[in-house]
């Protein structure tokens, strides 16, 4: 009798983590509706000033992303290996077309 009441509270307790645990994976997995496929690109003109986390860090959040992913995604899309750029050369960028951080160029 003991022994069946010990089996039924383990198994109402792995149900109800099952139940947490899945609801919480939901609730993680609904990013944001537009991803970088949805993107617009364009040409941006690298002032002195700038760095890849500085120009990451105006439209990572258009993306909801994290400035370090849009800093890896800029260095793919740029087939850069590191982190130095210098003035004057020239980043392809993107963007969401509804709501732009700033012109390519400013």
Known sequence: MKKSFIIIGIALA??????VLGAASIGTSAKSDVSI???CYDS???????????IAAKYAPQFS???QDY???????????????????RL???Y??????????R
């Not at 941006?44 to 500085?54: H, K, S």
């Not at 800093?71 to 050369?89: C, H, M, P, T, W």
């Open 14 to 19: 792995l149900s109800a983590a099952i139940l």
């Open 44 to 54: 941006y003109e690298i002032r002195p000033e700038d760095t890849l986390w500085g």
């Open 96 to 105: 969401r077309a509804d709501r732009p951080a700033m012109t390519a160029d």
């Open 92 to 94: 392809i960028v993107f």
């Open 71 to 89: 800093v890896k995604e800029l260095k793919s899309v740029n087939g850069l290996k590191g982190d130095r750029i210098i003035a004057g050369q």
């Open 37 to 39: 496929n949805d993107a």
């Open 65 to 67: 992303m994290s400035t």
